[in-house]
């Protein structure tokens, strides 16, 4: 049977010691009285079954087993105090926690949140882009934007809009390239390439055994460097259009029509079917629809 745990002022009483190296100043940072602070140490040293502490004239220092023990006492103060962080937003009934990938939260979504901000000035955004989620807890999340749609009956998932990749240069690369026809162009100027697609598209590898001479100048894990080497003149990327969207309006990049782009997967928009944990999630979810058609 597991020994009851010591209650948790005892290891702030601790971890406070610890640090200050004295019971008398711990006492004052956490407005208690040095006999508060003694008795809550004597528990957990019962509790350890050894001595934590040794006088060392007015102040106290550490044990081996202390030093030990400090470790794991931080440890689980930092980990409660992270888990205070990850529900802080369910304090605030204006806050929505939204997933999206990197590549659409880069190109697509995060132009476009200063209208909704604008829109809706209370509006605080929770925006998960790192670690992959595909389905509703809301408990980490309230709405998801994936390439995966969800039959899942707890779950309502809405087509969201469509994505592809295209091919996209600088400016002045698409100036030299314009009269460049396919697939000629592609042996003009280096291309671009990301790890996870090493053909680069579809159809390069039937156009390399019909002979095309290509070069490649740069081979990134991430999408968006090809967007900032490509806006640096350094050549052809192919990149999904929603991740070049907002370089594409503001002429950072070109789209070189004469390539032939490709289908990507296209983007669902989730929710719970329960009631939503804030209006702000109900909000957000038909802006997220409205912006994507409008």
């Not at 040293?45 to 106290?60: N, S």
């Not at 980490?140 to 994936?146: F, R």
């Not at 032939?260 to 669902?268: K, V």
Request: hydrophobic fraction near 45%; aromatic fraction near 6%; proline fraction near 8%.
């Amino acid at each position: 049977m597991m020994r009851r745990l010591p209650p948790l002022q005892c290891m702030l009483a601790f971890e406070a010691s610890a640090r200050l190296g004295s019971f008398s100043r711990a006492a004052a940072e956490l407005a208690l009285t040095q006999s508060a602070i003694s008795h809550q140490i004597q528990h957990l040293e019962e509790w350890v079954a050894q001595p934590l502490f040794r006088r060392i004239g007015r102040g106290v220092a550490l044990t081996a087993a202390g030093e030990l023990f400090l470790q794991t006492v931080q440890d689980t103060i930092k980990l409660l105090s992270n888990g205070r962080d990850r529900i802080e937003p369910y304090g605030n009934l204006n806050s929505v926690l939204l997933y999206s990938p990197p590549h659409v939260t880069y190109g697509w979504l995060m132009p476009r949140l200063p209208a909704l901000k604008a829109r809706y000035p209370e509006l605080e955004i929770w925006l998960l882009s790192e670690r992959e989620i595909r389905e509703i807890d809301r408990i980490d999340v309230d709405l998801i934007i994936s390439a995966h749609p969800s039959n899942s009956p707890d779950m309502v998932c809405m087509p969201l809009m469509n994505d592809g990749a295209v091919a996209v240069c600088g400016p002045q690369t698409a100036q030299r390239l314009a009269a460049r026809p396919f697939p000629q162009v592609l042996s003009e100027v280096p291309l671009l390439s990301d790890e996870a697609r090493p053909e680069w598209a579809p159809w390069m590898p039937e156009l390399r055994r019909q002979g095309l001479e290509i070069t490649r100048a740069l081979t990134v894990e991430d999408q968006r460097l090809l967007l900032s080497a490509a806006e640096q003149e350094m050549g052809i990327a192919m990149v999904s259009r929603l991740l070049a969207d907002d370089a594409l309006r503001h002429g950072r990049l070109v789209e070189l029509t004469q390539i032939p782009g490709f289908a990507l997967p296209p983007l669902w928009l989730k929710k719970s079917r329960l009631p939503p944990r804030t209006e702000a999630a109900e909000v957000t979810f038909d802006w997220l629809l409205a912006a994507a058609t409008g």
